[in-house]
Each structure stands twice: as structure tokens, then as C-alpha cells.
């Protein structure tokens, strides 16, 4: 829930205009799945995919590139030495941040540092075991052939969610609602990593005492929320 919730008010924040709140919000979410779950679980990458989406909708695709190839650095390095701990992705995973990283070089249209660092990186991941042989790859090409004039789309650009909402429908099986963000039922927890999920934040966003931008952001926040006719914690 908290993840969940965590994550609409980071793109809220980036729709209503507050990019910075959005971007720092996923860093603090990320940092605990990180270190609880791996910073490959895929709770993890995807809050990390969120914070270049609102770098990439700021115009900031140098941060958004840096998002990525760290995914890749770690994806190509492995074992991260912790057996709790998810460190390592399948070969569709590894495409689609290749994909991303190639999106972030075309609007950037070159390389944040020195043009053999990427070109190394992708011909390291190009060479992993598995990804040769898998379909995800087949069509891979080394960064030293992309083009900056190609276009990529809407490819890593932030988009609102079609429904504001926490969780899915009961599963027919069990009856338990499974989190959406989560796919944790209620009964199941995760280890407390720190206290820094930025509460702090959501409390500002609550009625009560704020100051003038506070309650701009608030009010902005819940126009976004509220946009579509569905209440912000709205379960289906």
C-alpha cells in the first residue's frame, strides 16, 4: 500500500509540475526496495523506470540515461553477494532498459560521458550468456551503430494511469485482494529497511495546517487525482 501510494503521488507531482517532489519521492521508495529486495527486483526497477520517466517528461535526459545505465551495469555484474536478494533479470527485462537507454541517447541526441563507456557497456550485455540465444536480443544492435537522428517515440515518457487505484479485484482462489504495486497479499510483509518512506510528504497532502505552496501542491495533486471521477482511493 505504501509503495503504491508512494508511486501516484510521484507521478502526481510530476503532472502537477513539482518534477523535483516526484523524482526525490522514488529515490527514497527505491532506496528501501533496494536494500530489502535487491535493486534488481522488479519493485525496485520499476520505481527506478518511474524516476526516468519524470526525468525524461522534465527534458532531463541526461539524468534519465544515468537511471539506466546503472540498471545495465548491474544487470551485467550479477551477483550481488546477497542470497535474500534479487540479482539477476530475464533477457525481456535487459532488452527493455537497453531500449530505454537508447531512447534517453536519441533525445539527448549523444552520450553523457565518453561515447567507449556506453558502447563497452552494451557490448558486454550483447555478450551475456542467454541473451545471444534469446529472442528479446535477436534484433539488438551495438550502440556504437545507433543513429541520433532516429526518433524514439513515446518510448520512456511519463503517462498518466488509467485508473488511480490501490488494488486489484479479489482472486477467485484465495479471496485475498493482491496490492497492485505490491502482488503481496495482506498477509505477507516486507522487512523494514528505514524509516525514510517519506510520510512526511503524504502528510503534507492531508487536511490540516500547510502553508500557501503547500496547499497549492495539495490542491493540484488532488485535481489529478480526482481528473477522471474516481475518488483517490477508489477499490475495485
Avoid at 69 to 95: F, K, Y
Avoid at 148 to 160: C, E, F, H, Q, R
Wanted: net charge neutral; glycine share 8%; hydrophobic share 35%.
Amino acid at each position: 500500500m505504501i509503495i503504491s501510494i508512494g508511486r501516484f503521488l510521484a507521478i502526481a507531482n510530476s503532472l502537477a509540475g513539482h518534477a523535483p517532489r516526484g523524482t526525490k519521492l522514488c529515490n527514497d521508495i527505491s532506496y528501501n526496495l533496494r536494500r530489502v529486495l535487491g535493486a534488481l527486483h522488479p519493485q525496485a526497477l520499476e520505481m527506478e523506470e518511474l524516476r526516468s520517466q519524470i526525468y525524461t517528461s522534465a527534458g532531463h535526459y541526461r539524468e534519465a540515461m544515468g537511471v539506466h545505465e546503472d540498471i545495465l551495469r548491474l544487470i551485467v555484474d550479477g551477483d550481488d553477494g546477497d542470497d535474500r536478494t534479487t540479482d539477476t533479470v530475464s533477457p525481456a527485462v535487459a532488452r527493455h532498459h537497453l531500449d530505454l537507454l537508447r531512447a534517453s541517447y536519441l533525445r539527448l541526441k549523444g552520450w553523457d560521458k565518453s561515447a567507449s563507456n556506453y558502447h563497452d557497456l552494451v557490448r558486454e550485455l550483447l555478450n551475456m550468456k542467454g541473451h545471444k540465444s534469446s529472442a528479446s536480443f535477436q534484433d539488438a544492435v551495438p550502440a556504437e551503430k545507433w543513429s541520433p537522428k532516429d526518433d524514439p517515440g513515446t518510448l520512456g515518457v511519463l503517462s498518466a494511469p488509467l485508473e488511480w487505484r490501490f488494488f486489484v479485484p479479489c482472486t477467485a482462489e484465495t479471496g485475498d485482494a493482491t496490492s497492485s504495486a505490491t502482488g503481496l497479499r495482506p498477509h505477507m510483509g516486507l522487512k523494514r529497511a528505514s524509516s525514510n518512506w517519506r510520510l512526511s510528504f503524504l502528510h503534507k497532502l492531508l487536511p490540516g495546517q500547510h502553508d500557501d505552496e503547500d496547499n497549492e501542491s495539495r490542491m493540484a495533486t488532488r485535481q489529478i487525482f480526482h481528473r477522471n471521477g474516481r475518488g483517490f482511493g477508489h477499490k475495485h
